[in-house]
C-alpha cells in the first residue's frame, strides 16, 4: 500500500509538473514584441520629434524613421540600437558599411532599407564637406584636415584629393586626385598642376587617406610630396602640405618638417 501511494504521488507529480511547463511554454509562444505603434504617443519616434524636435531622438530612433519598421522580434528603434552597437555606437563606422554588411547581418534589413541608411549617412558627410570647404582659408593643418575629413573618413580605399588655394589661401577648387585600393594609389603629378594652373592657383595642399588607421607616412607618401613639391616649384606654385587622414586623427607633412 505505501509502495503504490509513493508511487502515485510521483505521477501526481510529474503530472503537475508538466502542467506548468505546458502552461508557461504556451504564455511565451503568446508574447510578442511590443511595437512602436504600442509606445505612448511621446515615446514614438516620429511623434517625438513633432513634439520635442529633431535634437531630441537618439542615433537609434533617427535610423529607425529612415527604416520604418523593425523584424519579427524587434523593432525599428531595437534593430536600429543593434545596428549601432556593430559599429561601436560610432557614426563614422557606420558611414563605411556597405549594403551588403547590413543586409547580411540584419534579419528586416533588405537593399532597399539599407541604400536608406548610406544614403542619408552620405548626405550627412556631403553636408559638412559643403561646410568645411565654405571655410575663409586654409591658414593651418587643423583647417586642412576639416576639409579632407569628411570626404576620405568613412572611406575603405585610398584616395587622394588636392585643395587648389588663391594668393589669400582661399580654396579655389578641391580635386580628386586618384582612387585607389586598400594599401595605396598612384598620383599624377601632371594632373594636379594641369588644374593649378587652369584655376590659377597659388598654393596646393594634398590630402590621402589611410584605411588602415595608421598615421605614418609610406615611402611612397613621401616621395609624391617631394615630387609635386619640387616639380611646382617650376611653375611658381607651392606645396603647403600634406595631409594623411587616419579616423579621427591626421599626420601633417608641414607640421611634422617633412616639407
Not at 576639409?147 to 580628386?176: C, G, I, M
Request: glycine share 8%.
Amino acid at each position: 500500500m505505501e509502495k503504490f501511494t509513493s508511487k502515485k504521488k510521483g505521477i501526481v507529480f510529474y503530472g503537475v509538473f508538466f502542467c506548468v511547463i505546458f502552461v508557461i511554454d504556451r504564455e511565451l509562444k503568446g508574447m510578442k514584441k511590443i511595437s512602436i505603434k504600442e509606445w505612448a504617443e511621446e515615446d514614438r519616434p516620429r511623434e517625438k520629434m513633432l513634439l520635442k524636435g529633431v535634437s531630441a531622438l537618439s542615433d537609434s530612433e533617427l535610423l529607425a524613421i529612415l527604416i520604418g519598421s523593425g523584424n519579427d522580434k524587434e523593432s525599428a528603434v531595437e534593430l536600429c540600437k543593434r545596428i549601432l552597437q556593430k559599429a561601436g555606437n560610432n557614426l563614422n563606422k557606420l558611414g563605411r558599411f556597405s549594403v551588403n554588411d547590413l543586409v547580411t547581418n540584419f534579419r528586416g534589413i533588405g537593399p532597399a532599407k539599407a541604400i536608406t541608411i548610406i544614403a542619408a549617412l552620405e548626405l550627412g558627410r556631403r553636408r559638412k564637406s559643403e561646410g568645411a570647404v565654405n571655410r575663409k582659408k586654409i591658414t593651418s593643418s587643423d583647417d586642412a584636415y576639416a576639409v579632407f575629413y569628411p570626404v576620405l573618413v568613412d572611406l575603405n580605399h585610398e584616395e587622394t584629393w588636392a585643395l587648389l588655394l588663391d594668393r589669400s589661401n582661399k580654396v579655389v577648387a578641391t580635386l580628386q586626385v586618384s582612387r585607389g585600393g586598400i594599401s595605396g594609389t598612384v598620383v599624377d603629378i601632371r594632373l594636379i598642376l594641369r588644374e593649378a594652373i587652369s584655376h590659377y592657383a597659388s598654393s596646393i595642399v594634398l590630402g590621402h587617406n589611410h584605411p588602415s588607421g595608421n598615421c605614418t607616412p609610406s615611402a611612397q607618401d613621401t616621395a609624391i610630396s617631394k615630387k609635386l613639391k619640387e616639380a611646382a616649384r617650376w611653375m611658381d606654385i607651392s606645396l603647403l602640405d600634406h595631409i594623411i587622414v587616419c579616423g579621427e586623427t591626421y599626420y601633417s607633412f608641414a607640421d611634422n618638417g617633412m616639407i
